[in-house]
């Protein structure tokens, strides 16, 4: 009877075995072998359970395509900026999601799918919905017009009882990070048109009222225009506004181009004339070079660091020689640094025919500095003449007269309180071109055959150029040099 118990309990351990050894091997198959997705397995948002991976793909890039074209709309009060989810959004590639949510699958612990057969816990593969924020921050460019207020500095003005401080206002920018945070975290979360609220956070000024009443003057710099020149003097005008009330913080660096602007009709400058190619041609933004080299002489007299200046190709009339600062924007910007360990603030007034620009900062900044400036060589301009059909016989039309160019030395000299010299800081050396004498002629009717020319209808012959001076390539000064005229234009812009 026990032989028997014992065959009995071991045929049913068998059996057992069996059923274990057969279970094993079934969820075996189905966990690690099978081609289809688990019970309760979602890949953003999309149920894939029972689904080869291919037909994951399917089901997955139909869900995508008709997302990433749902409408969005960002809006602040009543400004609204209609566009598509996948503007916003970084293309994902369906498949490689389906392959990679495949691959963590069969990692996923037998634990975790055995008690998860009935499908009542989801396992879900990328959920969130990734966002393009350079893509975001493009379209607040656009946003800024209608949205962003700026800030306005308190500024300093000069009355008869001396400066007084007028207030500041504060502003309104966009917080692109706190925006980014309103859209659908996920793609569950797309179920109709998404509308998402433009996050606005109050914006302060650079610089407070406690700032400016710590501040003295620093430097100030004058020059002069023909406010006849209605055009140009409107140029002029309006950068030296745009630079007014300007903060560089300490350590910061002031861009004169990022400051103004591009200079276009857009912007509200106008046509004047402009130095291109070594000749003064109109262009737009004439002008504006005067409050740049205005600008660039009052940072030298603060003392201040000098990152980026260009001198103009042709001598201008407005500044001395070798003190000029051209630009063009998108070329050549002037730039400087607050080396100071306090805010610097500019002051830009323009009128009556007057520029003057004044930087203002801690007083324990000022400095005793005087410029500078030397003419090593002067280069004489030639006389071009030239024919003309349309003009009549000897008539001539001078189309430019002529000026000279120059080579110049131009320094920073820092003197102590008794006016001696600290420092004497060789600033640039810088080449202008003449600009050659142009004068058009008409053509002389031929003499008749056997006619005489009379000897004052004989043209000149000009003069050879003088030899250069072998060891600096310039051409010696000419002695008893006239005075030159400037008065040509205001330089390159």
């Not at 037909?55 to 400004?79: C, G, H, V, W």
């Not at 004047?272 to 041609?281: T, Y």
């Not at 080396?339 to 610097?344: A, C, G, L, V």
């Not at 000022?366 to 009549?392: C, G, M, S, W």
Request: proline share 7%.
């Amino acid at each position: 009877m026990a032989e028997h118990s014992r065959r009995i309990i071991f045929l049913a351990s068998l059996v057992v075995l069996g059923i274990i050894c057969a279970l094993i091997i079934y969820f075996y198959q189905i966990f690690y072998e099978s081609d289809y997705f688990l019970p309760g397995v979602q890949i953003a948002s999309v149920e894939v359970e029972g689904l080869t991976r291919e037909q994951a793909t399917d089901k997955l890039n139909a869900l995508i395509d008709e997302s990433y074209q749902r409408p969005l709309m960002f809006y602040y009060q009543e400004y609204g900026y209609p566009t598509l989810l996948n503007k916003v959004s970084q293309r994902q590639d369906p498949a490689a999601m389906v392959e990679d949510s495949w691959r963590q699958e069969q990692k996923r612990d037998i634990k975790s799918k055995l008690f998860n057969l009935d499908g009542s816990r989801s396992i879900t593969y990328y959920e969130q919905i990734i966002y393009d924020k350079q893509a975001v921050i493009e379209m607040a460019e656009e946003w800024e017009s209608y949205v962003v207020v700026e800030p306005v500095n308190p500024r300093l003005e000069m009355e008869q009882q001396g400066l007084k401080i007028i207030p500041g206002q504060s502003g309104q920018t966009i917080n692109i990070d706190k925006t980014l945070e309103n859209l659908p975290s996920g793609w569950a979360d797309i179920n109709s048109d998404i509308k998402v609220p433009i996050v606005i956070e109050e914006a302060q000024p650079q610089i407070t009222e406690k700032d400016l009443k710590s501040m003295g003057e620093l430097a100030r710099y004058t020059t002069w225009y023909n406010t006849g020149e209605i055009d140009r003097s409107h140029n002029l005008v309006r950068a030296a506004y745009t630079i007014n009330t300007r903060v560089v913080q300490p350590g910061g660096i002031f861009s004169f181009n990022q400051t103004v602007g591009k200079r276009s009709f857009e912007t509200g400058y106008r046509d004047a004339m402009v130095i291109v190619g070594g000749k003064f041609e109109p262009g737009v933004g004439g002008g504006i070079c005067q409050v740049s080299s205005t600008l660039y002489n009052a940072v030298l007299l603060a003392g201040l660091e000098i990152v980026e200046r260009h001198n103009h190709n042709l001598a201008v009339a407005y500044i001395p020689t070798g003190l000029d600062a051209t630009v063009s924007y998108g070329l050549q910007d002037f730039r400087f640094k607050n080396n100071t360990q306090y805010p610097i603030y500019l002051k830009s007034a323009a009128g009556g025919g007057g520029l003057t620009i004044t930087i203002f900062g801690h007083l324990s900044n000022k400095k005793n500095i005087t410029l500078e400036h030397y003419i090593d060589q002067v280069i004489p301009f030639r006389e071009i003449r030239e024919k003309d059909p349309t003009l009549a016989p000897g008539e001539e039309i001078v189309e430019t007269k002529g000026m000279p160019g120059y080579v110049a030395r131009s320094y920073r000299v820092f003197h102590d309180n008794n006016g001696g010299v600290v420092l004497r800081e060789k600033l640039a050396t810088d080449r202008y071109s003449p600009l050659n004498r142009i004068i058009y002629i008409g053509e002389e009717l031929p003499p008749s055959e056997g006619e005489a020319v009379p000897p004052d209808q004989i043209e000149p012959q000009p003069e050879p150029n003088p030899e250069p001076n072998p060891e600096t390539g310039l051409e010696p000064i000419p002695e008893n040099e006239p005075p030159v005229d400037f008065n040509q234009g205001e330089g390159y812009e």
